[in-house]
Every structure is written in C-alpha cells, then in structure tokens.
C-alpha cells in the first residue's frame, strides 16, 4: 500500500501556498510592480542595511517534482523602511537544487524592483530533506526553507486550475506526488479523462458538474492509482475544484499571509498570497469574536494583495499582542474569505545588552542576550555563522557560543579575538542590528624561563637539565643554541630535557703545552635556552642561561714542515742551478739537502 501524508492539514497548505505558483505562471499573472524611486539623497545609498525576507511558495514539494517554486525575496532599508533602491543586486543560493530550470545553478543574482523579485526554484531530483533559501543584500542575509518529500509518497498537492465551468471540458493538472498508472481521476465523484500520468503530475479534462449546471458547486478531486492492483492506493483533496457559472474565479481563498507577524505600532508590508482576488478589495485584521481593523491596500492582482498592517494601538487596540485573523472581501460581489491566526502582533524586536559580555575561547559557557520581542523560532549569528539556542522568551535569548580558535600567540594582554552578535527571528526575517559585542579571550599558557639546572654540561650532549619556570604545557619544544633537546616529563613549572651534542665552533685561547712549547686550547661557550609552546606558538628565551664545556686540553702547535731544498725554487748552494732537476746535487724533489 502506497504511503500518504500523515498531516492533512501541512497537505492542505500545500495545496494552496502550490497554486500560487501556478497562478503566478498563468497568463492572470501579477502586474509589473510599479517602479519606486530609490531613497533620498544622502539617507545612506551603498552602505544601508536592510531587513530581508525571503518566502517559498508552495513550501512543501516532493522531489524531483517538475513543478517550480516561487522564491520572493524583499528588502526594506533598516533605518526608515523604504525599499531598497531600483536594480539593487540580491544573491540567492540554495543548499541543494536549482534555479531557473532542473539541473541549473544553485545560486542565481537578480535586481530588486520596488524592494522586491521573485525567481522558480527546483527541487532535487530524488532527496528528500530540508533546503535552506538564502538571500543576500548588499551583506544583510534573509533565509526560508522548503520541505522536500520523498518522491514515492502518494499525495494530491494542489489542483491547477481550481476554479472551472460547469459544463467541464477545461484542461486541469492534478499535482502531487507518487502518481502510478493506470489511475482514476474524478470531480465530486465524476470521473475526468486522464490525458497523461507523471511521477507529480496529472493532466485531465474536467468531467459536467455532478451538480445543477447553473450553481456554484465546490466538489473534492480524487485519485486513484495502480487501479485494480494489488497496490492500488486513493487519496483525495476536499474542496479541490469549484464549478463556477461562467467559469468566475471572483470566489477569493487565502493561501498564505507573509509576513507571518508584525510590530504593534504596524505599517509592516504584508503579502496576502491565494486565488480569486478581485479590485476592489477590503482587508481587514481581526481579533476572534472582537475588534476588526482596516488594512491599507496597496496592490492588487488576482493571486496576491498587498497591503500595510494597521496599528494595534489607539483605535486598533484590541489586535496589541494578538494573533489575528485575515479576512479578504471582493467589494462589488461582496464574497470574502479568511484565514485564522494568519498575522501576529507583537513588540519590536529590540536588543538591550549581552551577559557576560567577554567569555573564555575554549570554555564559552552560556551568553544571554537582553531585549524584547523576541520569539521562538529564532537565530543567533556570531560573524555570520549559526549558534545553539537553549531558551527564548519574549525578553531573553539564551545561547552557547561556539569555541574560538585559538591561532597564533597574540601579543601580551591582548584578547584572542572579537565576535559581533545579530539576533534575526525566522518568524518574519526581520534582522536587528546588535549594539552589543561578545568578547572572547584566551588564558594562552605563555612559556617563561627562569632558571637552568645544572647550568653547564659536555659540549657532546647528554647532560640531564632542569628547565625551571611557569606556563610550561605540552606539547614543547627546548633548544640550547637553535638544537633542539630531548624532552622528557613535563608540568607547569618544569621541563626535563636531555641536552643536544653543541653544533657551532669553540672560541680557542694560547697556552703552552708540555716541553714548554706552545699550544692552543677551547675555551667554554654560553648559549641560549629556548622554550616554545608547540600549540600556541607562544615562545620564550633565555639568553646565556647554560655553558658548553669542550675539552680544555692544551694541545702543543705543530711546527711547519720545511718544504725540501730542492723543490723550493731557490739556489741554496750558490752553484748556479736551481732545484732538480738542473742541480746535480739534488737527487729529486723532495732532496732536502741541496748541497749533498
């Protein structure tokens, strides 16, 4: 038996949140956004900041599905609200998939228009799991993520289209996933003709109205595959498909609110994503059973209204706080619909201070940060890269910090390095610039000689010394003169050490040898001890600290051989010749008597 979805109601929004990027590709698709003028002179051009949001719309697809995803990406400046100038670059990645088409890059530039651009995402070919959007603004990062069902679950996703006339005829797509042939597809328990069957996708030609032809019907889409098999498996979508007379989409149906919450004080730029939405429109934020208030719209189109929050304060009081309900009306047909709990109020995320504000790199311990309005889920970033959250409530965050590598031995009294902190809550990607710092500081074992015990030996190596001090820990390396010992048991406070044979010259002094007669003796030499934390690289000298004893023997000069008379160049006899061969008294050349 084929395995189905175990939440209706994540496959319900599934459905929804999916035919918005059908709706977005079809040819009711939103108008251009108007073009906004960038942002004053001087209000800070290049180097603002911004809140981003990034949203996925459907948020849940089965891999390999050959329907794309719409990726919205928006950025408002953080200091005055304003969208982020005309042809402004965002990057957008994705962990896993690709944008544009399947099998392309997974990362992809575009230019914001009016703060705003959206692009297809595809999902992996056959992993199932979580993929991470990112965008990236000028350095200001907003982020989403999509489910990716395995492709083999059965499920129905979405109907594409959901709205249809009552004589039927028209060419609808069936989405989901798990799709086997032969299958059986109908409308209110009116069989359609099945055109094509693929792994996430069904193409039928809708069946009459099971219903009177000239009422509205709303009616459920069922499936079935592996018909009569062993395995054959039904699942069905309620509501799916609307008999309409005349075919009128002008039923309006919320699929999404984004963002999903707001400040009190509200003007937060909301998307309203469905079907059916016809201008003029009234949109109103409403507490259950209490105080409704009226949004101030922005845009239309048939799949999406935009609108600003209204205040929950003054007037609007009763919504401080609240989670709200969105209900949208088409005004000249007077049809409305609404979702519940679709946009929360609450405080402006505000960060007040850090504590401690400086932590040790290789035991950070836990940082708690002060504010308000904070809510879970929520993302603490140090230089960027994501912390463990222990605990959130709406005025404090606790986190454990990563370790800091220790690199290199930093100068004397100076902190190992220095991290900023940024609080962002997924709920809204609203991300608050942090006016706190978290320090981290290193108590960096930082080697220091004091003694060298004995402080003399053979310059032949092989004198067991004592290298006596404080910050002594393993792994260490000890050098006398640049040579490097063997090192033996080592604590804080001394290192056993086995000195090295002395490499360089002995500097020599005149003596006189035995029978009187002069001669030349080596003299002792100090080097110095050297002791360095192979770790941290921190180091430290000794100078003169242990004297190389050589052989102190006298030892006689050797007295130069004279060269032989006859092969010295000179006529010692006075004879006239010189040196053999032209002297006939030299036998050879090394005759040493010139005159024999």
Same mark, same amino acid.
């Given at each position: ?35 906004? #003028? ?34 919205? =990406? ?79 679950? %059965? ?10 006339? !009552? ?14 042939? #032969?299958?059986?597809?109908? %409308? ?32 459920? =889409? ?6 009569? *098999? ?18 009128? !989409? ?19 730029? =909301? ?54 309900? =969105? ?125 060298? *015990? ?20 393993? !792994? ?9 010992? *063997? ?8 290192? *056993?050490?086995?000195?090295?044979? %002395? ?52 030892? !006689? ?22 040196? %053999? ?16």
């Amino acid at each position: 038996m084929k395995t189905r979805p175990t939440l209706r109601a994540l496959s319900r929004w599934t459905a929804y949140a999916a035919l918005a990027v059908a709706a977005a590709c079809s040819s009711d698709s939103p108008t251009e956004p108007t073009r906004a #003028p960038g942002p004053p002179p001087g209000t800070g051009g290049a180097s603002a900041t911004y809140n981003v949001t990034v949203t996925a719309s459907p948020g849940t697809v089965a891999a390999g599905s050959d329907d794309p995803v719409v990726v919205t =990406v928006r950025a408002v400046r953080t200091d005055n609200g304003q969208p982020a100038p005309n042809d402004t670059i965002a990057v957008i990645t994705a962990t896993e998939g690709s944008f544009g088409a399947p099998g392309g890059e997974n990362a992809v530039t575009v230019s914001l228009i009016d703060g705003a651009a959206q692009v297809q995402y595809f999902p992996p070919t056959d992993d199932a799991g979580t993929v991470v959007i990112r965008a990236s603004v000028a350095g200001s990062v907003g982020s989403t993520s999509i489910t990716i069902l395995e492709a083999a679950t %059965f499920f129905i996703s979405f109907v594409d289209p959901n709205v249809g006339s !009552p004589t039927g005829g028209e060419e609808v797509f069936i989405h989901g996933s798990g799709f086997e042939e #032969p299958v059986r597809v109908s %409308f209110g328990g009116a069989n359609a003709r099945v055109l094509s069957v693929s792994p996430t996708r069904i193409r039928v030609i809708a069946p009459e109205s099971p219903g009177n032809l000239n009422e509205r019907l709303t009616v459920p =889409v069922t499936v079935t595959i592996n018909v009569n *098999q062993e395995d054959q498996a039904t699942d069905t979508l309620p509501g799916a498909y609307t008999y309409a007379p005349g075919g009128s !989409p002008d039923q309006p149906a919320i699929f999404s609110v984004t963002p999903s919450s707001g400040p009190n004080e509200g003007g937060t730029r =909301v998307s309203i994503i469905g079907s059916g939405f016809v201008a003029p429109v009234r949109v109103d934020f409403c507490v259950s059973g209490g105080t409704c208030v009226e949004a101030e719209v922005l845009n239309v189109t048939s799949n999406r209204v935009e609108v600003r929050s209204p205040a929950a304060t003054g007037f609007g009081s009763g919504l401080r706080n609240e989670n709200t309900t =969105v209900r949208v009306q088409n005004i000249n047909s007077g049809l409305s619909t609404e979702l519940t709990q679709a946009f929360r109020y609450g405080v402006t995320l505000v960060i007040t201070g850090i504590a401690p504000d400086v932590v040790s790199a290789e035991n950070p311990g836990l940082v708690t940060i002060f504010g308000e309005g904070f809510e879970s889920p929520l993302l603490v970033l140090l230089d960027g890269k994501e912390q463990a959250v222990i605990s959130v409530t709406g005025s404090q965050v606790v986190f454990r910090p990563d370790p800091f590598p220790v690199v290199g031995c930093p100068p004397e009294g100076q902190p190992v390095g220095t991290r900023q902190v940024a609080v962002r809550l997924l709920t809204t990607n609203v991300q608050q610039p942090s006016p706190v710092a978290l320090k981290y500081t290193a108590d960096i074992p930082r080697p220091q000689i004091v003694s060298v *015990q004995p402080n003399s030996g053979s310059g032949g190596g092989g004198t067991a010394v004592t290298v006596g001090g404080s910050g002594f820990d393993a !792994p260490v390396r000890v050098q006398f003169d640049g040579s490097s010992a *063997q090192v033996g048991n080592v604590t804080s406070t001394q290192i *056993q050490v086995t000195t090295p044979a %002395f490499t360089g010259t002995f500097p020599t002094e005149a003596c006189t040898a035995a029978g009187n007669v002069p001669g030349t003796r080596r003299r002792p030499v100090s080097v110095g001890v050297t002791v360095t934390n192979l770790e941290t690289g921190c180091t430290d000298t000794l100078p003169g600290s242990f004297v190389y004893q050589p052989d102190t023997t006298c030892v !006689p000069n050797e007295a130069p051989e004279p060269s032989p008379e006859c092969d010295n160049g000179e006529d010692d006899d006075l004879d006239g010749d010189t040196d %053999f061969p032209d002297d006939a008294e030299c036998d050879d050349a090394n005759d040493d008597d010139e005159s024999a």
